[in-house]
């Protein structure tokens, strides 16, 4: 079964600390994953992917994850927080069972940075 | 133009009423989404849409219907609604996968809230 797990339904961090949230895969076949951003009452943001290629990938607003076949983890980071990064994070992955796949969702991950 | 937008922005219909959800996008991109969102939770796939033509449907109440005009145009018809169905109604597009391979992000709009009362 493809799925995504995201461990911690929220991360605490202090502006201009490092932040991590974490995300583990389970798929059959290539994983193609996704990292998105949903701040309150819109929709998601893009941030970032991995399709093939290096497993460390930069996204926008900084943000950066890094994909880790061994231990099927697609950790998003950022070197220092800000405030406005508050939000909730989704990790998904690309359903590859069908033509068109759609993405599978992990439950989410609220991140909240104090100043 | 790199935007997903929908409209209306907030909708509010009683159980008895027929309303429509518009999406539209223009960026090229021939798979469009649905999906339905409740609070604090992850979006949840409604149907899918390749080259105009309905390619998924997650076994949705026949109660909601969708409709893709043309290459730009995603609507969801809704009609004898369920207060359970209250939540934000997401569209999404993206260019097409090739067969099982392929991993072009998908773009969302910001959402339609619906309250059904």
């Known amino acids: 079964a493809q799925s995504v797990a995201q461990p911690e339904d929220q991360v605490n961090v202090a502006e201009g600390n490092p932040l991590t949230v974490k995300c583990t895969y389970s798929?059959?076949?290539?994983?193609?994953l996704f990292w998105y951003v949903q701040y309150p009452n819109r929709g998601l943001q893009f941030l970032l992917k991995?399709?093939?290629?290096?497993?460390l990938v930069k996204g926008s607003y900084g943000f950066e994850a890094e994909f880790n076949k061994s231990q099927t983890s697609f950790h998003l980071k950022k070197p220092s927080a800000l405030v406005s990064d508050s939000a909730l994070y989704f990790c998904a992955v690309r359903d590859s069972r069908r033509s068109q796949g759609n993405l599978i969702f992990g439950k989410g991950t609220k991140l909240s940075v104090k100043p | 133009d790199t935007e997903v937008t929908q409209t209306p922005k907030h909708l509010v219909m009683g159980m008895t009423n027929k309303k429509s959800l518009k999406c539209e996008q223009h960026?090229?991109?021939?798979?469009m989404y649905w999906y339905k969102q409740k609070a604090k939770k992850p979006p949840e796939l409604m149907f899918v849409y390749s080259y105009e033509k309905l390619s998924i449907n997650e076994s949705v109440p026949s109660r909601f219907s969708p409709e893709c005009p043309n290459s730009s145009l995603l609507n969801l018809h809704l009609h004898a609604l369920q207060p359970e169905d209250s939540a934000l109604y997401l569209c999404?597009?993206?260019?097409?996968?090739?067969?099982?391979?392929?991993?072009?992000?998908?773009?969302f709009g910001p959402g339609t809230r619906l309250t059904v009362l």
């Open positions: 798929v059959s076949g290539n994983p193609y």
């Open positions: 960026m090229g991109h021939r798979a």
């Open positions: 999404a597009s993206s260019h097409l996968d090739m067969g099982l391979a392929g991993g072009n992000e998908q773009f």
């Open positions: 991995y399709i093939t290629g290096d497993n």
